[in-house]
């Protein structure tokens, strides 16, 4: 079996110089041109996507059969192993089918903007980092930066399958099971196909937030940056940084303060000041936009629906919707609180990992616009209570949160496109409902340990 497995390997690595050497010498004789003689695009296709998808699966099997060949795979690993390349190969062959990608054309447009010294456009509203960092690659074109930004995706994936396991091992699952759920939760998972239909930065910004827990507190520097990296992507993580306040972790505050400075400079030494000037004013044309879009889930875009329905003036829709923030504000540091005071979800550790899941909620609900993708950002409140959930009405209520937020597809009925805002919120409630119980549920115990006698 071994020699069968370093004979297909080798016949890999044979077959991958061939199609290179080929490559090379077809684009010596005859250019671009001749290239394009043997290369042909589908009229539904993106020919930049479909190459690199097919390009990222062949080096797949090339791993694969590596790792198996080497004996790399065994008991211990098989499980997460087998687990990466079923959700890689999956989303490599869905992503490929597209053929009209979205956001990241709002980033080529700021970062062309910032090449050309103008004003970021009103469509951009994130810090200037990622803009900063994108116009060095905008002279490769639109399908340039998409095979780029595209690529890095699909990265961002496999990373974020791998920290995800890690997190839910530190709140106590073993790790098959955190496999099996990691698994399950990616496969079906509106979120995650919606960041990477879009070349979205969500995935970067979890795998960045990941990383911060992960360290956290052995390495204070890696988890200190990490977090403000992803403040510098998008700007709601900056939520996050609480849990560890209560922790008065003065010295990983320190190296906050100095990451986050040191990540601001970078756009002010490429672009000077103004495109912070630019990000300050979009946030604030944003906060009186006065219509609603179905595929954003926020508080503002639900409220604001109701000013032509029933005639309600905007000043009082707006007074509603800080109302609803200060509310959902005052709600989660009440969870959060008594999380802490119960250790609802890891005993014995840092403050930090009990205060995050409600804090996760906050950061995703509280932004001025919560578009369906954004239901990544609040993983760990939903997975997490698999720890938690008990009574059949409970979870009959997470299965129905879950649902909404995870499994339904995204579409624009109103008020039907709202679950996204609602189903948070209900996993919210739950923290609350079962904070009291300190140990961990009967579902989770019994899972952790068949799995853990499945690992035996």
Do not use: C
Not at 276 to 298: E, G, K, R
């Amino acid at each position: 079996m071994k020699h069968s497995l370093q004979t297909a390997f080798k016949l890999w690595i044979g077959l991958t110089l061939l199609v290179i050497a080929s490559l090379v010498m077809i684009y010596i004789r005859n250019g671009t041109a001749g290239l394009n003689l043997f290369i042909q695009q589908w009229p539904l296709s993106n020919l930049v996507v479909t190459l690199a998808s097919t390009s990222i699966t062949w080096l797949l099997l090339g791993a694969l059969l590596y790792m198996w060949a080497n004996e790399k795979i065994n008991a211990g690993n098989a499980f997460s192993v087998a687990g990466f390349f079923l959700v890689m190969f999956i989303y490599l062959n869905i992503l490929r089918e597209r053929f009209r990608y979205g956001d990241y054309a709002y980033y080529i447009e700021a970062a062309t903007a910032l090449l050309n010294h103008q004003t970021l456009p009103d469509t951009y509203l994130y810090l200037p980092l990622w803009a900063t960092v994108l116009q060095f690659i905008v002279p490769l074109g639109d399908q340039g930066v998409l095979a780029i930004l595209w690529t890095v995706n699909m990265f961002a994936l496999g990373v974020f399958y791998f920290l995800l396991i890690r997190v839910l091992e530190r709140y106590q699952f073993s790790n098959r099971f955190a496999v099996i759920v990691v698994v399950l939760f990616i496969l079906i998972n509106a979120p995650i196909q919606r960041t990477l239909g879009f070349v979205q930065v969500n995935l970067l910004v979890m795998d960045l937030i990941f990383l911060s827990i992960l360290a956290y507190p052995k390495n204070t520097i890696l988890s200190a940056l990490t977090l403000a990296l992803a403040i510098h992507l998008k700007t709601s993580p900056a939520v996050l940084a609480l849990a560890i306040l209560l922790d008065l972790n003065w010295r990983w505050l320190a190296w906050f303060a100095l990451s986050f400075l040191v990540i601001a400079a970078i756009p002010v030494a490429v672009n000077g000041i103004s495109p912070y000037y630019d990000y300050m004013n979009n946030i604030a044309v944003l906060t009186q936009i006065p219509d609603t879009n179905f595929h954003d889930t926020s508080f503002d875009s639900f409220l604001r629906f109701l000013n032509p329905f029933l005639g309600i003036n905007i000043l009082w829709t707006r007074i509603m919707i800080y109302t609803g923030k200060a509310a959902l504000l005052f709600a989660t540091i009440t969870v959060m609180l008594k999380n802490l005071r119960n250790q609802s979800f890891v005993i014995g550790e840092n403050k930090m990992l009990n205060a995050l899941p409600p804090l996760f909620v906050l950061m995703t609900l509280a932004s001025p616009i919560v578009w369906d993708h954004h239901g990544i950002f609040v993983t760990l409140s939903f997975l997490l209570m698999l720890k938690r959930m008990e009574a059949p009405a409970m979870w009959i209520w997470f299965g129905f949160a879950y649902f909404l937020e995870f499994v339904l597809p995204s579409f624009d009925f109103f008020p039907w496109s709202y679950g996204r805002l609602i189903a948070p919120m209900i996993v919210l409630g739950l923290m609350w409902f079962t904070a009291s119980k300190n140990e961990a549920s009967r579902f989770f115990t019994n899972a952790n340990q068949w799995f853990a006698e499945l690992a035996g």
